[in-house]
């Protein structure tokens, strides 16, 4: 880490490692990527995660909404982008102007992007999103007569290019669920009768990070994983599939103070030195996303040693006991809360997993969860070079 920072709590983003979990998945599927960068990358960054996946041969970017498409444009992401949830009134001019490929769930959203093209005199780019049986968003079984013939009549009238259908896995994490071939049936189906009123989709996918890994006979034309792109196991019992995960959130110790035996510590006192003991400050706290319900449950990795939180994580902050030798810690060492940062033989650095295991969660929450404040630091990638986000 540079000695000169902003913030206070880096996330160091390995682009690399985003590289090498796209070539794992399409080795794994047998198929094309689309790499899901929502929620601002998973909390990694959107554009340059983006950046990166392109480079690395993804075929494509997914997001949910199209604000968080239309900032990859912006941001100078070219490729084929693709947004699947949005509100009545969304901005599908803004969608057509960007040519984002538009999932669409019910002929309402499909007529509000009809209206959008028209206006503009151009071609929308449309994904039919089916609901086979997650009950969320995707056009309902109930209107896909009227869904699919729209779509038809919109395609001939060279109003819509038909670019994909797509449907949600219910049960991606459990391989052998027999859902998981309902659902495949239905999508299949739902392409063969949209291909029969004329508009044939040209790619096809449902599978997300777990079926791409473990389901390969699930991945159509494409598949569509976040999780495992940032380095998860989507299916921790299942081992890591070679994944590695990309970010290290890390700080300096901020501050090194004795305490003397019975002194509480952070908000309400709700612990005790035990014993006379040296206190580090992480200048780290929920409002950067490390979650307060972990409060004396998170150990730090400092000078390859783990130091446990005592007392409350607080917005900004938390005290680690360094013990009554101080551990051999400075203000200044590198503290790591999560990564895959490398560890002293015999010693490991938690991750983002151990965190949400703790908490009863998924990683998928604890990563998306940091939020703005801290800096976002980024190695490796396309051009080799270092940025700063
Ligand atoms: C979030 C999302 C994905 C990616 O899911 P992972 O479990 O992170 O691989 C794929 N498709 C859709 C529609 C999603 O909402």
């Not at 969304?90 to 669409?104: K, M, N, P, Q, T």
């Not at 003397?260 to 950067?288: C, K, N, R």
Request: glycine letters at 12%; a negative charge; one cysteine or more.
């Amino acid at each position: 880490m540079d000695s000169m920072t902003t913030a206070n709590l880096i996330a160091t983003v390995d682009l690399d490692a985003i590289a090498h979990n796209v070539g794992v998945l399409g080795e794994r599927s047998g198929a094309g990527v689309i790499a899901v960068v929502k929620a601002d990358g998973y909390g990694h960054g959107a554009v340059p995660v983006a950046k990166a996946a392109l480079a690395a041969g993804a075929a494509a970017i997914g997001t949910a909404s199209i604000r968080e498409a239309r900032e990859l444009r912006a941001g100078g992401v070219d490729g084929h982008v693709m947004t699947w949830l949005h509100r009545p009134d969304s901005d599908f001019a803004g969608a057509v102007a960007d040519r984002l490929d538009i999932g669409i769930s019910s002929p309402r959203q499909l007529d509000a992007v009809v209206a959008a093209a028209r206006a503009a005199g151009t071609t929308a780019i449309v994904t039919v999103k089916v609901d086979t049986g997650l009950a969320r968003s995707g056009v309902a079984a109930e209107e896909w007569d009227a869904a699919a013939s729209a779509v038809a009549v919109a395609v001939a009238e060279g109003a819509v290019e038909l670019s994909g259908v797509m449907c949600h896995l219910v049960f991606g994490d459990e391989p052998d669920n027999p859902f998981n071939d309902v659902q495949a049936e239905r999508l299949d189906a739902a392409v063969a009768d949209l291909t029969k009123r004329g508009a044939r989709p040209r790619i096809v996918h449902m599978a997300n990070s777990p079926a791409a890994l473990a389901r390969p006979d699930l991945a159509r034309d494409l598949v569509r994983p976040g999780i495992a792109v940032y380095g998860y196991s989507p299916i921790p019992s299942m081992g890591d599939f070679g994944l590695v995960p990309a970010m290290t959130l890390e700080t300096q110790v901020s501050l090194v103070k004795n305490a003397e035996q019975g002194q509480g510590v952070s908000y309400s006192h709700t612990w005790h030195a035990p014993t006379d003991t040296v206190l580090g400050v992480i200048p780290a706290g929920y409002a950067d996303g490390v979650p307060r319900s972990l409060s004396g449950r998170l150990q730090v990795h400092i000078g390859d040693r783990l130091f446990p939180n005592v007392g409350r994580i607080c917005m900004d902050q938390f005290v680690v006991d360094l013990g009554p030798d101080g551990g051999g810690v400075a203000e200044g060492d590198r503290a790591v809360l999560f990564g895959p940062a490398s560890a002293a033989p015999g010693e490991r650095v938690p991750t983002a997993t151990d965190w949400a295991d703790a908490l009863g969660t998924i990683d998928y929450e604890i990563v998306s969860r940091i939020g703005s404040r801290p800096e976002r630091r980024y190695v490796g990638g396309p051009s080799g070079q270092t940025q700063e986000g």
